[in-house]
Each structure stands twice: as structure tokens, then as C-alpha cells.
């Protein structure tokens, strides 16, 4: 039978992640368990192949494992409709668990209203399965309608993994602030890529990715609200962009010297040296760096505590000398995000903080 790109696309992402599910309980896949790696077909545990080969089995297919994944990579190549066996596909369905009279699969069947069907049906289960759970909409945070009333046609299909997509990406996002907020540093940590974990995070006594520098740099975060989601949108197959507005509350130390910074005038010149070097006699030496190192843009940060905390390795209790009481800040933030699809899942794969500076 004839399938569009899309419903073979969903169809096969569904079907990999069942088997993934019902057949590896006990064992790992390791590093392949990303980006719906064909090992999964052939992987060397008892019997797997074997059984693999049975369900990928048709009339027309002989005897190849990598029949489904080898359609896949076609339809994620081209995005032209393929040709798969029937009894193959109905087995694949049963698989699944959907009722099917496929076997006796006639010719004058309607392919449109087939793909359009099966693509809904597959899509409704795969969302239940493998979205749903991880949407929580909490107040404050503003997410546009994820999915609207897709109509009957031709681009049904499509339109339905851009929806998923949609969906899985702005959820992932959603997640990870929210995360944040309840201060569930873990469970933010695991929704990153191991990439991203590693290029941020990397412990040089050991090369591998620390969690526990990640979770210091959250530390002090009080809250993370209001956030706002803009132009999320596919970058490449397997990935999307967005922008991502929120308020970070934090505590901080602020030094009195550098109070009022931003009150200063150029006439003022020297009374900002003054401060300055007030400042840097005052404060003790961090245990990274030197503060003499510090650039000048920071001093006009309120979040300087928080730099000299996490980058220089500043002890809270020199920290607090610098100041009588802590304080909460609230600070805007923008951040171009992307997240990318891994084994069936959405993470985030870069986050990158975007100055904003009014243009008068």
C-alpha cells in the first residue's frame, strides 16, 4: 500500500518507541538510543533479531530487519510518499494494539481517507503516551494554543507532525522553567541533551558533565515566572528554535560602594573610581580569578554576587561582607533556545541569553 511521508514518519516513530518499550525492559541500548537508531532491529540479545524478523515480515519484503527504518530515512530524505507490504504493516498495526482487517487489503481502498485515519489514530495514541505527561500548565506562564482543529486533506498528515512538534518543544520548554522554579534541579538537568550537559557543565577533573555545577548556578534562583514562548519554529528535521521571555528572582549581596551606579554622570567620573577601588579594597579575593579581572559592566549588574559566586568561586560567607542584607532581584531575561528530538523525546539543546538594550 501507498503512504504519505508523514503517516509512515509517525507511524514508524510510534512503532520504534513500542518496541523500544515492550522488548529492551532490563537491558540498555546505550549511546544508539537516540534519533530512532536502526540498532534497535538487530540489537545482539536473545532472540531479539529473530523476533524482530517475524513482525517485520510481509509478502513482498523477504527478509530484511531494517525494512521499516529504511522506509523511514526515505520518507525523512524526500518526504514523498512509499510503498510498504500490507502483511507487514498490518503486523506492525497489531503490534501496536489496533484492531485491523488489513490482511485482505484491496486495491480500491481509499488512500486518502486511510492515511488520514491511521495518521490520527497513530498520532492520538503517540501523544497520550509520549506528550501529555509532560505538559503542566501552571499561572504565569503563557503558551498560545498548541494544537488547533486540523482539517480533513491532503496535508492532514503534515500538518500533524508539525503540531507534534510544536507541542513536544514548547512542553520540554515549559517544563524546564517550571523545573527551575520548584527548584527540581534534577529533573531540569535531565531534560537537557547530553551535549548541551557537557559544553556548559563539563567537570576538567574528570571530562565528563557535573550536575552538581549546574545545580550551584541555580542556587539562589527564588523564582522563574511569567514565561512567554515567541516564533518557535523547525529549524532543521528533528529541531526547532525559540525565543523564551521570563522574570529570574534572585537573591543577591550587593555592596553599598556600588549602589546607584546607574545614577552616575560623566562629570562623576572620579567618584566612580573612587567607588570602585573602595570596593576592590574591601572585598576579599575569590578563590577563582582575581578581581581585578572582573570587567566593568558587571559593576553595574545587580546580579555581581551572583558572578562572583558561580565564576569566581566566592564563599557565601565572604559574600555576605559584602553587604548587610541579602536581596531579591527581579531580571528580565531572553533567551534563544533550541531542543531537539532524542529517541522520541524533546530536549534542549542550547540556550543562549540575548541582551536586550533600549534603542533610546
Not at 498495526?93 to 486518502?112: A, E, F, N
Not at 565528563?208 to 529549524?235: G, S
Request: glycine share 4%; proline share 3%; aromatic share 12%.
Amino acid at each position: 500500500m501507498e503512504l504519505s511521508a508523514a503517516s509512515f514518519i509517525t507511524f514508524y516513530e510510534f512503532f520504534w518507541l513500542k518496541i523500544l518499550e515492550k522488548e529492551f525492559k532490563g537491558h540498555k541500548l546505550g549511546g544508539t538510543k537516540t534519533s530512532f537508531s536502526p540498532t534497535l532491529w538487530d540489537w545482539p540479545i536473545d532472540g531479539h533479531k529473530e523476533r524482530m524478523l517475524q513482525l517485520v515480515k510481509g509478502k513482498t519484503n523477504g527478509k530484511n530487519v531494517l525494512y521499516y527504518h529504511r522506509i523511514y530515512r526515505k520518507c525523512k530524505l524526500t518526504n514523498t510518499p512509499v510503498l510498504v507490504d500490507d502483511l507487514a504493516f498490518c503486523k506492525a498495526l497489531k503490534y501496536l494494539g489496533y484492531q485491523t482487517t488489513l490482511d485482505g487489503y484491496r486495491s480500491d481502498v481509499d488512500i486518502k481517507s486511510f492515511n488520514v485515519e491511521i495518521t490520527n489514530a497513530l498520532y492520538e495514541d503517540f501523544k497520550k503516551e509520549h506528550l501529555n505527561n509532560q505538559i503542566t500548565i501552571n499561572d504565569g506562564v503563557s503558551v498560545p494554543a498548541m494544537i488547533q482543529d486540523i482539517p480533513d486533506g491532503e496535508e492532514t498528515a503534515e500538518q500533524m507532525i508539525k503540531a507534534r512538534d510544536i507541542l513536544g518543544a514548547k512542553s520540554v520548554i515549559i517544563q524546564y522553567f517550571q523545573h527551575l522554579n520548584s527548584g527540581l534541579h534534577r529533573k531540569a538537568w535531565d531534560l537537557m541533551t547530553p551535549n548541551l550537559q557537557e559544553r556548559e557543565w563539563k567537570n576538567p577533573d574528570t571530562g565528563e558533565a557535573d550536575f552538581k555545577k549546574f545545580a550551584m548556578l541555580y542556587r539562589n534562583t527564588r523564582a522563574v515566572t511569567d514565561i512567554h514562548i515567541f516564533q518557535l519554529k523547525q529549524i532543521a528535521a528533528g529541531a526547532m528554535a525559540a525565543i523564551v521571555y521570563y522574570i529570574d528572582v534572585v537573591t543577591v549581596y550587593k555592596a553599598f560602594e556600588l549602589d546607584h551606579l546607574k545614577s552616575l554622570r560623566i562629570g562623576q567620573l572620579n567618584d566612580f573610581v573612587k567607588r570602585v577601588k573602595a570596593f576592590k579594597k574591601r572585598s576579599p579575593e575569590p578563590a577563582s580569578g582575581k578581581l581585578e579581572d572582573i570587567e566593568i559592566f558587571r559593576l553595574f549588574n545587580p546580579g555581581l554576587s551572583e558572578h562572583l559566586r558561580y565564576k569566581m568561586a566566592m564563599s557565601e560567607t565572604d559574600l555576605k561582607k559584602l553587604s548587610s542584607e541579602p536581596d531579591d532581584i527581579r531580571t528580565q531575561r531572553l533567551c534563544y533556545i533550541t531542543c531537539h528530538l532524542v529517541a522520541g523525546q524533546w530536549l534542549i539543546h542550547m540556550i543562549t541569553e540575548t541582551k536586550a538594550w533600549p534603542a533610546r
